[in-house]
């Protein structure tokens, strides 16, 4: 079984602590309705996992996300990520407080990104309708969230065009499920054979369904990546990529199925560039594409700076901050 990129960051770290396919989804949730005086075509969101080393040392509580979310960042849109409240899917106390807090700060719950809950793309049918089965409660969590949609991985071992079409097999079941409630399922580009932006967009065409669609990443385009010599994060930041996907076809190819972007940063040149992507050269492939809706900011870099306190990694707050700074500068440029 392929181990999740994020699945392995996310164990090794609490060891040691759109445009394109049409949607039933009202259209505040994928476009930006009411432009404020901000030179932008998109509206900001932000993925829990930019703040992982935080929740993770219990620095901060998960349903303090919406609140930090807007206060320290100013920033509306919430990206959920499962890992960080693994348990509480069928939890409603815990929901009903998260939903609260959410309204109480004026934000919106656009989707829980779900994580370690088996591989959709598995070529073994009884393992793949177990995988299947466990993304049903996150379904229904969103739901109750008032999230339009979850996020799921779509990864698996064999032949692509097999992987493929397990692939739309657990598509088209979660979906048929989460129609029940008016919850889409969307796909990240994230591991393995789902960074091939070819191969990803194809399973969408195939699928032809307009209550699916893609989370377009910025940075996960590695097809093949060296393995880790341990399960620590020490030994993980040691792996170097040995196939890359080129992210700006990847990117295009993916925005026409696009219900939402990560827009994703590691480290920053000192004119507060990110050193692994264009960002104008990506947002005017998004504002090429027609896309208005959230771009959700994915700043990964605190995570390793939890580890390399003297690394060139900022932490958490101050790379957001960066990120943002970042996105706005690219968003007006183009």
């Given amino acids: 079984m392929t181990l999740n990129r994020r699945d392995f960051i996310t164990r090794t770290a609490m060891g040691a602590a759109g445009i394109g396919i049409a949607s039933t989804i009202p259209d505040f949730l994928y476009a930006k309705t009411e432009h404020k005086d901000d030179g932008l075509f998109f509206k900001l ?28 960042f100013g920033i509306e849109g919430l990206d959920y990520c499962s890992m960080f409240f693994a348990d509480k899917a069928k939890d409603t106390t815990f929901l009903s407080e998260l939903k609260k807090r959410s309204a109480d700060n004026g934000c919106y719950n656009l989707r829980i990104m779900v994580d370690g809950e088996g591989v959709l793309g598995d070529l073994n049918t009884e393992e793949r309708s177990k995988a299947i089965e466990k993304h049903y409660k996150w379904i229904d969590a969103a739901a109750f969230l ?36 008016k919850i889409d399922v969307i796909v990240e580009n994230h591991v393995g ?27 996960n385009f590695c097809i093949n990546r060296t393995k ?59 504002k090429k594409s027609g896309f208005n809706g959230w771009v959700s900011i994915e700043y990964e870099g605190g995570l390793f700076k ?26 007006k440029a183009v």
């Avoid at 054979?193 to 940075?219: E, P, Q």
């Avoid at 040149?269 to 960002?279: I, L, P, V």
């Avoid at 003297?310 to 690219?330: I, R």
Wanted: charged letters at 25%; proline letters at 4%; glycine letters at 8%.
């Fill in 45 to 72: 969101a932000l993925s829990q996992f930019s703040l992982a080393s935080q929740f993770w040392s219990k620095k901060l509580d998960p349903l303090d996300f919406p609140l930090k979310t807007k206060t320290a």
């Fill in 306 to 331: 939890m580890y390399a306190p003297e690394s060139k990694y900022l932490d958490d707050d101050a790379g957001v901050l960066a990120t943002k700074k970042l996105v706005e500068k690219a968003g």
């Fill in 228 to 286: 880790p010599e341990a399960q620590t994060m020490a030994a993980y930041m040691k792996t170097k990529c040995l196939e890359e996907y080129d992210r700006y076809k990847g990117i295009t190819e993916l925005m026409p199925y696009a219900k939402g972007v990560h827009a994703k940063t590691h480290t920053f040149d000192a004119d507060g560039n990110d050193t692994e992507t264009d960002f104008n050269k990506m947002f005017s492939i998004i």
């Fill in 193 to 219: 054979i789902s960074c091939n932006g070819a191969w990803l967009a194809g399973v969408m065409k195939s699928l032809n369904n307009k209550h699916s669609g893609t989370l377009a990443d910025f940075g």
């Fill in 146 to 181: 008032g999230c339009p949609m979850i996020r799921v991985n779509v990864e698996g071992e064999g032949k692509p065009d097999e992987v493929a079409k397990a692939a739309e097999d657990s598509l088209a079941k979660l979906i048929e499920y989460g129609s029940k409630s």
